[in-house]
């Protein structure tokens, strides 16, 4: 299907337009407009401290913003793009301010989703911060970015995201590289690729947070989320349970027979299902004999989050 043309004049015009990536739908502007990115942060009720990701469709375009792109950046690019792996480097100077909260970086990504690309490849390089209110979950279905926003916001519907998390977010310019978030792509998928170890850097207990958004407060449900202790309970209806390990059924309990990647993708969904069906508590069965998958730092980190 292609692109409703409206979509692509709205940018055009200085519009915001949410658009699905396989992480999360973002919150496109052009990335060259401040008008336009202005209006993203006003919309999400952003900090205007915390900086944004720019989105490209073809990897040279990363020349428009960066003008060295160091030898480890190739590397990974060629690892890692189009996908959920962000890339922080070194701005040139024509980088809006707007985008970099004033940093002297810059953030970027190629999204892995055929309507992210066809879309910026006619529109050229977006700004595109997840696309809810701040202090809501990121949002994996148009419905989210619709019940956060209402209809001042056009959204491209492409269902559900693939991944349900946001991006890794590895930074590359300073001495000791560093996965600022972790994401689908794990560390040691960098560290094969790049054949060094790199660093973590995403722990809140960290007094001067490398990536400004660490910094802010991240969703929790309005559901009590706690780790499962002993027996769920499916007659307790105040308790909304998703386990790993299919024993029981009933209509608080979801079971994802082991399928972690399917937990992170519907992880965001449940929070603010939680939310609408009015539970106490959400139970989750921990997962630490299933580390090997590479998405258990991100959604260890997501879940740790959203704890009481
Ligand atoms: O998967 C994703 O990355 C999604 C989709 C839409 O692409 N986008 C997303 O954007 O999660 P946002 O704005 O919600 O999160 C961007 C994160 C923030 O924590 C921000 O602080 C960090 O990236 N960031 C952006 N630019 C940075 C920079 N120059 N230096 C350090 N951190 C940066
Ligand atoms: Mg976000």
Redesign the pocket.
């Known amino acids: 299907m292609p692109i409703d043309q409206k979509y692509i004049e709205a940018i055009k015009a200085g519009d915001i337009v949410a658009f699905p ?1 396989e ?4 919150l496109g502007a052009d990335a060259w407009n401040p008008d336009a990115i202005q209006k993203v942060f006003t919309v999400k009720g952003r900090p205007s401290d ?4 720019v ?1 490209v469709s073809r990897p040279d375009q990363v020349y428009d913003f960066v003008r060295d792109v160091p030898d480890k950046a190739l590397k990974l690019i060629e690892a890692f793009w189009p996908g ?1 792996f ?1 890339i ?1 480097f070194k701005k040139n100077p024509e980088v809006l301010d707007a985008v ?1 909260a004033g ?1 002297d ?3 970027i ?1 190629m ?1 892995d989703h055929p309507l992210a690309v066809d879309f910026i490849s006619q529109t050229g390089p977006l700004v ?4 809810n209110k701040s202090g809501k979950p ?1 949002p994996t279905k148009a419905g989210h970015v619709i019940e956060d926003f209402g209809n001042s916001v056009l959204v491209i519907d492409g269902g559900a995201t693939n991944i349900g998390l ?2 890794t ?1 590895f ?1 590359l310019t300073d001495i000791q590289p560093a996965i ?2 972790p ?1 689908s792509i794990s560390r040691k998928q960098v560290e094969d690729v790049l054949h060094e170890k790199v660093a973590e850097s995403f722990f809140h207990h960290l007094k001067t947070p ?5 910094k802010y407060s991240h969703y929790k449900p309005k559901a009590e989320v706690q780790w499962l202790s002993g027996t769920p309970d499916p007659l307790n209806k105040e308790v909304l349970y998703l386990l790993l390990t299919p024993e029981i059924s009933g209509p608080n309990v979801i079971t994802y027979n082991g399928k972690l990647d399917l937990l992170a993708k519907e992880l965001y969904d449940r929070f603010r299902q939680a939310d609408h069906d009015g539970y106490r508590y959400i139970a989750i069965e921990p997962f630490d004999d299933l580390t090997d998958h590479p998405v258990v730092p991100a959604l260890l980190n997501r879940i740790e989050k959203a704890l009481s």
């Open positions: 990536t992480t999360v739908y973002g915390n900086p944004l990701i989105h959920p962000t922080i970099t940093l970086t810059v953030a990504r999204p595109a911060p997840s696309a990121s946001e991006s977010v930074d600022l978030r994401g490398r990536s400004p958004g660490q």
